[in-house]
């Protein structure tokens, strides 16, 4: 769900959305690797903790090769990724993810007290 209420209006649908797809490619096989994510909208920017932190298989994929698509039912958005290492944008980036999940009390609590590894996906324009 979008935490900024000025989502541009091709991002709705996803902003509704609690969870979304993340196709990259394979940092070794070079095929299609899609996982579903939780994930906060700010503005075109998609932000989406990984579960299993720097460890996580498609983070990695980010990584190496940045160009992604996001995915939700039959819609798709490409966009460029990068790991949030930026203060500011990561104390946002767990402010929406927060607001977002915020009926998941514990999780939120320890994302407040530990910040998650975050990837932020700039999404592109509509053509």
């Known amino acids: 769900m979008a935490d900024d209420a000025r ?23 070079g095929r299609e690797h899609v996982a579903t994510v939780w994930f906060a909208l700010v503005g075109r920017t998609l932000y989406a903790p990984s579960r299993h932190g720097l460890d996580g298989d498609w983070l990695r994929n980010v990584v190496a090769s940045p160009d992604v698509e996001v995915r939700r039912r039959r819609r798709t958005w490409a966009g460029v990724g990068h790991v949030v290492v930026e203060p500011d944008e990561l104390a946002r980036a767990v402010d929406a993810l927060v607001t977002t999940y915020a009926r998941y009390r514990e999780i939120t609590d320890a994302w407040r007290s530990h910040p998650p590894v975050v990837v932020g996906i700039a999404l592109a324009d509509p053509a």
Not at 7 to 29: E, F, M
Request: glycine share 4%.
């Open 7 to 29: 989502v541009p209006r091709d991002l709705t649908a996803l902003a509704r959305a609690s969870t979304c797809r993340i196709a990259t490619t394979g940092r070794v096989t």
